[in-house]
């Protein structure tokens, strides 16, 4: 055994920043977290006892907010590339275009939750659908919003020269989990949306609850 | 810089109260840990007490059923959440830093939150105590039992708010050692050069990152339920499906019993070489036993649930796959038995905890076997067998090899030995007590005897028995009592421990006792799984600071107090919102703002002024 | 402190403890083994004695079958559990520290490791072929001429509904004592009202949840032995739950026959002017707004109370049906058992305060008497 001459050395086992592992780490639990909470829509789909359901849901225009959201990531790499190249200006204009097409998806849920409820009678107290389909939902535009407070606290701090070049890292955290919550919201329209839509018609998809059945869930 | 931060300035000293409050030391918050796990851990045992008194004799009126109800329930919380966990946590944090080679955690302050989340969401589910009463659906609170609707009182609210805060606070904590152990190592220190209490920690650490959220979600819906009228657990009015419930609660309860083992198979893995004097037999091979039961444990699951009518195909594959982990966890046993096996064994304290831990974690493994078969599971559920199987598994497995932890790592921790002639009194008395009171109660489960009930009858004739454990189980308490007359003793008049008492062969060993607040004065170079024996060329005394002073370590902060403190107002808000709904709302906003500013102030943080001044001067 | 490698007891000169005697260890071997057979001796007392819920003697196919797998996995844990102790105790006593003893510095063995991984698997797969089959056995169709009844856990009693032997092909309907003939396969649905109860009569049958919302399907069971086996509810349901059991008596064909018969007969009024009668007044005036007696009341809140004369017990299954503990019962219910905070608990009738008491004493008896003359005829 050895001991090295240097006190601080701040490299690091595996050469990965620890921040950017804390992230990486906090989103394989996230995986978790929105994995159980879709998994539970899917188990008590089809087990209301009254009220309304999937066919409620709008493919159309939630199709809309899904392709704003999406653009919002691509907005999120020219940031990155932005800051990294030290090109603020760039930097800044696509981490507030990142922001706004962020606060056009939440406004989109807004509009959803407010005309389910108004139109449909349709609350988390009303049935199985409206418990599952709204907290589930309701927990990723909490992730939203969390995220777009994040980029708009980065950009702040970027006119007060806090964040550079230098530190892009920072950015590029906030980055992966921008991107994280749009993957997961692709996830719940390709499951929860798309499919729901088809199955509410009994078209598609009857082999997730009668699977979930198969192992004694719902 | 730091005054455009607002009113707290970052603190610097690291005396008195505020110090500990302000802490970011790994090895203080350890000790924080272990301290606080104790104190529960005497809280816990005195509710087993109280059960063990009414159950001594039949028809007994000492407590009554809603009491005997809240006993179980929050001895089983607090063992699990507030003694294990913590216990295990007061380790990972004391120890892993020490043993890879590491000036401290990845995250100091994020260490800190998680500790402070830790007890305060305790003390919030202990409050229940004043302000309602107990919580009293047991420590897994099967829906739709823990629906408003069927437990009026709001000590399900504190249960429910209580775990949900100290589960945030340990995902904090697993996230911050998967990150040290993968991140922090010493150069040399190579993943398979890692001492097993530090493998079996990062295996742990994975598992509560991936086990956790499931919990998280589980009490968010009752939370939901409860607070705002949602369905998911409603059986009656919304046709939900209680089972859903114990599928949430038992993916994260499954890996939660390894999460609560792997610690002390850890430990018992570093102490078996030292005191045998030779390595560990098969390293490779107990370090994949562990990854492989922790693998394994997030597929068996359902094994909890053979008699809720989960459907033949289900039982089966469920009891396949129980059966399947019986194998890494039998192999581990025998590798223990293997690094014995030719080796010059010492009979210290450590040492015998770590043969108790083996012994009776494995009869605890066997009995597992036993209800993996399905049909034997049919008779054996929610008996006292199954009470007897896990207390074998989490006290003779958990708790032995904690003690086991605590008698060798002591002297590290405080520069002082322990007593070896009490210390070896206290293991005969806990091991014979324990055998005393848990060996009966597998005859109990047999005779028929339920888990849970808080009296039985005497045509039942389990009379004797129960007398017999309750014996038992007060000749663990003396244990306990020649434990706490022990570290009392070693604190007045306990010998010095110097660096390496018990000739070690791991890195924590090559520093003083305890360890100055900056471990390595210089970061040592690993070269084999063994440094202290291995390297005879080189002196593993340490060498002295070098010229330029102390390493700079993270300054204390006091922002992890200040957003545990406003995590946890929001939820006594949420309990206020109960009772008088404005009141409610004010608290859940003032705490809520403070828990938002102080990330702000804690993302924002600078160093300390004093300590700024002393890094430039440096550079 | 300098070099460590532990290459012989030598180098262990910087311990400063004590090391352990052998003599010490050989008299802890020791102790420990007469602790051993006193527990074994302790066990085989207490075994013998008479515990009503003993999963060990089995009374009908289904708890045979399920006995044989349990003698075999007890066996082969204890076989392995006794070796590896032994194996241990045989290390601890060949390699204690001693002078001119040094650590053998060895690494593994792919060999060894191999046998012991390979020893396990077989001997978990042997525990695994009688699990499955038995599982697959459990998916087998009811019998022809199955007794079929639902069983429905309330908080805390057990309501037993036969399939079609009520009146007018109805459900016939009796709690907390569950009936059935000996030798005829019983065919049990489970279901409960409020929360997760959970079915076990560890002599007739294993234990299944009774799931709120679910129909779950217990074990088909044969019972091949005439007698009373107890039961109990097995998992927690709230303040009484250990005070939610049940009987199950199996009668011969003769008997349960002539009981169902009974059930459906209407029953005799008591003779007029007498205890009894009076005592059917009280009951049509308070207990007939919860408990059915066929042909006198209807209402199904608590437990079906016709024949109660004959039951063996009380208060599922908690007190024996004795004059003196009926009368506590229907008096202050609270006095004996928790009760729920809802409308359907069961009142406090008398507690000989004017203000509270619904009933006088004398009508208390009067009810009992009532009760305790539902007899089998």
């Known amino acids: 055994m050895q001991y090295l001459s240097g006190i601080d050395d701040h490299r690091t086992s595996t050469g990965l920043d620890n921040r950017k592992m804390l992230m990486w780490a906090f989103l394989g639990s996230d995986v978790m977290f929105f994995g159980t909470l879709i998994g539970t829509h899917l188990i008590y789909r089809n087990r209301n006892l009254s009220g309304p359901q999937e066919e409620i849901l709008s493919i159309p225009i939630t199709t809309i907010s899904t392709f704003v959201l999406l653009m919002s990531s691509l907005a999120m790499v020219l940031a990155l590339a932005g800051i990294q190249r030290g090109n603020m200006g760039q930097f800044r204009f696509w981490t507030a275009i990142v922001c706004i097409f962020g606060s056009i998806f939440i406004g989109f849920q807004m509009f959803e939750f407010t005309e389910f409820a108004v139109h449909y009678g349709l609350t988390p107290r009303t049935n199985l659908f409206g418990s599952t389909f709204l907290v589930m939902t309701g927990f990723h535009g909490t992730h939203v919003a969390v995220g777009i407070l994040w980029l708009w606290s980065i950009l702040f701090a970027s006119y007060k020269g806090k964040i550079h070049q230098g530190n892009s890292l920072q950015v590029e955290i906030a980055g992966l989990y921008w991107h994280f919550v749009d993957i997961v919201w692709i996830v719940i329209f390709g499951v929860v949306y798309l499919i729901g839509a088809y199955g509410a018609e009994g078209r598609a998809l009857e082999e997730v609850p009668h699977a979930a059945r198969a192992v004694g869930i719902g | 810089m730091a005054a455009n931060i607002g009113i707290l300035k970052r603190p610097v000293s690291t005396e008195g109260v505020w110090g500990w409050i302000t802490t970011v030391d790994h090895k203080r918050i350890g000790i924080l840990y272990g301290v606080s796990a104790f104190i529960f851990f005497l809280i816990g045992g005195i509710e087993a007490l109280l059960m063990r008194v009414q159950l001594a004799q039949p028809d007994s009126t000492f407590v009554d059923a809603g009491t005997f109800n809240a006993l179980f329930t929050m001895h089983g919380t607090t063992m699990v959440f507030m003694v294990v966990m913590p216990a295990g946590a007061a380790f990972f944090n004391f120890l892993v830093p020490l043993m890879i080679g590491a000036r401290d955690v990845a995250f100091p302050r994020l260490n800190a939150l998680s500790y402070w989340l830790f007890i305060f969401g305790a003390i919030l589910m202990n409050f229940s105590f004043f302000k309602a009463a107990f919580p009293d659906v047991g420590w897994f609170g099967y829906a739709p039992l823990t629906t408003s609707e069927y437990t009026l009182s709001s000590s399900t609210d504190y249960w429910v708010l209580g775990l949900q805060i100290m589960g945030i606070g340990t ?50 819906l009752l939370l939901f339920d409860r607070f705002f009228g949602t369905n998911f657990f409603d059986t009656a009015g919304a046709g939900a499906d209680p089972l859903l419930w114990q599928h949430l609660f038992w993916i994260f309860g499954h890996p939660e019993v390894y999460i609560l083992i792997l610690p002390a198979m850890g430990i018992v893995s570093d102490v078996l070489p030292t005191f045998s004097r030779k390595p560990l037999f098969g390293y490779t091979t107990v370090v994949f036993a562990g990854a492989v039961i922790a693998f394994l444990g997030f597929g068996v699951w359902a094994h909890h649930m053979f008699t809720t009518g989960l459907g033949a195909w289900a039982t089966a594959a469920f009891a396949g796959a129980t059966m399947a982990i019986g194998v890494p966890t039998g192999v581990k046993v025998f590798n223990w038995l293997a690094t014995m096996w030719g080796g010059s064994l010492q009979f210290k304290t450590p040492m015998l905890f770590a043969l108790g831990f083996i012994s009776m974690f494995m009869l605890g493994g066997l009995s597992g076997v036993m209800h993996a078969a399905v049909p034997v599971d049919t008779q054996q559920q929610d008996t006292y067998f199954i009470v007897a199987h896990f207390h074998y598994v989490l006290f003779g497995g958990s708790i032995f090899g904690l003690t086991a932890g605590i008698y060798y790592w002591f002297p590290k921790m405080t520069g002082r030995m322990l ?23 597998h005859i109990l489960g047999v005779l028929g005897m339920p888990r849970r009930v808080y009296t039985y009858s005497v045509e039942q004739n389990w009379a004797g028995l129960n007398l017999f454990v309750s014996v038992g189980a007060f000749i663990i308490a003396l244990s306990i009592l020649l434990l706490i007359i022990n570290i009392v003793r070693s604190a007045r008049k306990g010998e010095a421990a110097g660096m390496n008492p018990w000739a070690a062969a791991t890195l924590e060993w090559a520093i003083p006792s305890p360890p100055p607040h900056y471990n390595f004065a210089v970061i040592p170079t690993v070269r084999s799984q063994h440094p202290l024996w291995d390297e005879e060329a080189n002196a593993v005394e340490p060498p002295p600071l070098p010229a330029h002073g102390e390493p700079h370590m993270p300054d204390p902060s006091y922002w992890p107090i200040v957003v545990a403190f406003g995590v946890t107002m929001v939820a006594g808000g949420l309990l206020i919102w109960q009772a008088t709904t404005w009141v409610g709302l004010f608290v859940i906003a003032v705490s809520g703002f403070i828990g938002i500013r102080g990330i702000y102030g804690w993302v924002f943080e600078p160093v300390a002024e004093e300590s700024a001044e002393r890094v430039h001067a440096h550079h | 402190m300098r070099n460590n490698r532990p290459t012989g007891a030598g180098n262990t000169n910087t311990v400063t403890t004590p090391t352990a005697h052998p003599q010490n260890l050989a008299a802890t071997l020791r102790r420990l083994l007469y602790f051993a057979l006193a527990a074994v001796a302790l066990v085989a007392v207490f075994a013998s004695c008479d ?48 002078p001119g003893h040094t650590a053998q510095q060895t690494h593994g063995n792919t060999t060894l490791e191999i046998t012991w991984t390979v020893i396990p698997i077989l001997i978990l797969v042997a525990i ?51 009936r059935v003939p000996v030798g005829r396969q019983v065919a049990i649905t489970l279901e409960a009202k409020d929360v997760i109860h959970s079915f076990w009569v560890p002599q007739l049958v294993g234990k299944t949840d009774m799931v709120p919302g679910r129909t779950n399907i217990l074990e088909k069971f044969t019972p091949t032995e005439i007698g009373t086996f107890y039961g109990q509810c097995a998992e927690f349901c709230g303040s009484a739950h250990a005070l939610m059991r049940f009987r199950v008596h199996v009668d011969s064909h003769a008997d349960f026959d002539r009981w169902v018969e009974n059930m459906n007969a209407d029953p005799v009024p008591p003779e007029a002017g007498s205890v009894e009668a009076r005592g059917a007044t009280v009951f049509t005036n308070f207990c007939a707004r919860c408990h059915t007696i066929y042909g006198v009341s209807t209402e199904e809140i608590g437990p079906n109370l016709t024949l109660f004369g004959d039951r063996a017990t009380l208060g599922a299954g908690i007190l024996d049906s004795t004059d003196e503990n009926l009368k506590a019962w229907v008096s202050n219910i609270r006095d004996i058992k928790p009760v729920l ?37």
Not at chain 2, 419 to 441: A, C, D, Q, Y
Not at chain 3, 130 to 153: C, S, Y
Not at chain 3, 351 to 370: H, I, K, M, S
């Open chain 3, 51 to 98: 515990t009503p819920l003993t999963t060990f003697e089995p009374r009908s196919d289904a708890t045979q079958r399920v006995h044989t797998i349990y003698i075999f996995v007890i066996v082969a844990a204890s076989i392995v559990g006794f070796l590896v102790l032994a194996a241990m105790a045989y290390i601890l006593w060949k390699y204690r520290e001693r």
């Open chain 2, 171 to 220: 995902t904090a904590a697993g996230f911050n050692f998967v990150i040290t152990i993968l991140n922090m190592r010493a150069p040399g220190m190579t993943l398979m050069r890692m001492p097993l209490f530090p493998w079996m920690t990062l295996i742990v650490s994975f598992l509560i990152i991936f086990a956790f959220p499931p919990l998280t979600i589980a009490l968010t």
């Open chain 2, 419 to 441: 007593s070896e002639r009490i210390g070896k009194l206290h293991f005969w008395v806990m091991f014979i007590g324990f055998n005393m009171t848990f060996m009966p109660m």
């Open chain 3, 128 to 178: 695994a072929i009688p699990t499955i089959v038995w599982i697959a056995g459990t998916t087998a169709e009811p019998d022809e001429d199955a007794l079929h009844i639902e069983a429905v856990g309330h908080q805390w009693w057990f309501e037993f509904r036969y399939s079609g032997l009520g009146p007018d092909g109805e459900d016939l309907v009796t709690a907390n004592e569950l």
């Open chain 3, 341 to 377: 905070d809802t409308t359907n608990a069961m009142p406090t009738f008398y507690v000989g305060d004017p203000l509270v008491d619904q009933l006088t004493e004398a009508q208390v008896d009067q009810v009992v008497a009532y009760l305790k003359s539902l007899k089998l005829r």
